[in-house]
């Protein structure tokens, strides 16, 4: 079966794009799918345990949110906004920089908080390699001197509260330019009901890149290359997840994020380490899963390799109906908004 990109398109009005968190976060709206029967169930994210049964596994991606984006000015006066993505050293970075035509290699560029940065290198769509100069550590710097970086969609300054709300409450790892906001109804409450429930939590990383907002520009789908994305899982991980299985309990994937990384390592050879390495793995239907029997994730952009995802494992006909429900009673769509729970 191949997918063509044209398939993923829908209409959103854009009041539902959701530019602010809901408080609590297990407040918001859950569109709950049944794939076996079709049933589409419209709920709240707090009643998510009356879905997972004793002996079930939570899979969560605990990567956290750096303060990547930083604001400059060029010698000309020109601002400068530069995305970090990954350090090549200590105080050297790959960064996606915007307006980046104009930045050559030598120049230098004045960053808040009385930094600098010089362009050593230039890459494909944006991208340069920056080496700073700062007043603090780096990474201290970043925490006193970056933003948030808030998808582009949101299309409002990020504030003090973004750093606590669009970071999940168990991330622990930095390296992420994106939330995995799948993770972000999660409250501290709720995840200890569902462990005296009896649902079992078990951890991975998978630092989120850019890449994850990059429309489909292919005819098809299959014809997508997704960015890579650095992940890790470890051995307890690994046998928890193994454990589930044979224990006919159920997978539960908490965002796209970690169905890449378990649909990635199910189809590497078995060994009883940890595994880590870079995911570029594009899900699309027909995907045949063979980690993950359920997903809780957002609503996602048309034409774009996350609902594709989604439709791998709802089907294309029942993921456009439910997206046509949602849009219908008003959910509110993307990185702040509502989640749909796929059985």
């Given at each position: 079966m191949t997918l063509r990109?044209?398939?993923?398109?829908?209409?959103?009005?854009?009041?539902?794009?959701?530019?602010?968190?809901?408080?609590?976060?297990?407040?918001?709206?859950?569109?709950?799918?049944?794939t076996d029967t079709g049933q589409i169930e419209h709920r709240h994210f707090f009643e998510v345990p009356e879905y997972l049964q004793r002996g079930d596994c939570l899979v969560v991606n605990t990567t956290k949110v750096r303060k990547a984006r930083l604001l400059g000015q060029r010698r000309t006066g020109g601002r400068v906004e530069a995305l970090l993505l990954r350090p090549s050293s200590a105080n050297t970075w790959?960064?996606?920089?915007?307006?980046?035509?104009k930045l050559k290699p030598g120049e230098v560029i004045k960053f808040d908080g009385k930094a600098t940065g010089e362009i050593v290198d230039t890459g494909d769509e944006g991208r340069r390699t920056i080496r700073f100069d700062t007043p603090l550590p780096f990474d201290e710097y970043l925490e006193c001197y970056g933003h948030v970086p808030l998808p582009p969609y949101i299309n409002r300054p990020d504030r003090p509260d973004d750093a606590e709300t669009y970071q999940t409450v168990y991330a622990n790892t930095p390296g992420a330019v994106a939330a995995p906001t799948a993770g972000l109804h999660f409250t501290e409450a709720l995840l200890e009901k569902l462990k005296s429930n009896g649902v079992n939590r078990a951890e991975l990383i998978l630092h989120v890149g850019p890449g994850t907002f990059r429309p489909l520009l292919t005819e098809t789908v299959q014809?997508?290359?997704?960015?890579?994305?650095?992940?890790?899982?470890?051995?307890?991980?690994?046998?928890?997840?193994?454990?589930t299985r044979s224990g006919n309990g159920r997978v539960i994937a908490v965002g796209t994020t970690s169905v890449r990384v378990l649909e990635t390592i199910a189809a590497q050879e078995a060994s009883e380490g940890g595994l880590e390495g870079w995911a570029d793995l594009l899900i699309a239907p027909p995907h045949e899963f063979r980690l993950v029997d359920a997903i809780i994730t957002n609503f996602h952009l048309p034409r774009t390799s996350l609902l594709a995802l989604v439709a791998a494992r709802a089907g294309l006909e029942l993921t456009l109906e439910a997206y046509r429900q949602a849009i219908e009673k008003r959910y509110r769509f993307y990185s702040y908004g509502d989640a749909m729970l796929i059985l």
């Amino acid at each position: 079966m191949t997918l063509r990109s044209d398939q993923l398109d829908y209409d959103l009005p854009p009041e539902l794009i959701a530019k602010e968190p809901v408080t609590p976060r297990d407040q918001c709206r859950l569109l709950v799918v049944h794939t076996d029967t079709g049933q589409i169930e419209h709920r709240h994210f707090f009643e998510v345990p009356e879905y997972l049964q004793r002996g079930d596994c939570l899979v969560v991606n605990t990567t956290k949110v750096r303060k990547a984006r930083l604001l400059g000015q060029r010698r000309t006066g020109g601002r400068v906004e530069a995305l970090l993505l990954r350090p090549s050293s200590a105080n050297t970075w790959e960064a996606l920089c915007r307006p980046a035509a104009k930045l050559k290699p030598g120049e230098v560029i004045k960053f808040d908080g009385k930094a600098t940065g010089e362009i050593v290198d230039t890459g494909d769509e944006g991208r340069r390699t920056i080496r700073f100069d700062t007043p603090l550590p780096f990474d201290e710097y970043l925490e006193c001197y970056g933003h948030v970086p808030l998808p582009p969609y949101i299309n409002r300054p990020d504030r003090p509260d973004d750093a606590e709300t669009y970071q999940t409450v168990y991330a622990n790892t930095p390296g992420a330019v994106a939330a995995p906001t799948a993770g972000l109804h999660f409250t501290e409450a709720l995840l200890e009901k569902l462990k005296s429930n009896g649902v079992n939590r078990a951890e991975l990383i998978l630092h989120v890149g850019p890449g994850t907002f990059r429309p489909l520009l292919t005819e098809t789908v299959q014809e997508h290359k997704l960015d890579p994305e650095w992940f890790q899982v470890s051995a307890e991980t690994r046998q928890q997840i193994e454990g589930t299985r044979s224990g006919n309990g159920r997978v539960i994937a908490v965002g796209t994020t970690s169905v890449r990384v378990l649909e990635t390592i199910a189809a590497q050879e078995a060994s009883e380490g940890g595994l880590e390495g870079w995911a570029d793995l594009l899900i699309a239907p027909p995907h045949e899963f063979r980690l993950v029997d359920a997903i809780i994730t957002n609503f996602h952009l048309p034409r774009t390799s996350l609902l594709a995802l989604v439709a791998a494992r709802a089907g294309l006909e029942l993921t456009l109906e439910a997206y046509r429900q949602a849009i219908e009673k008003r959910y509110r769509f993307y990185s702040y908004g509502d989640a749909m729970l796929i059985l």
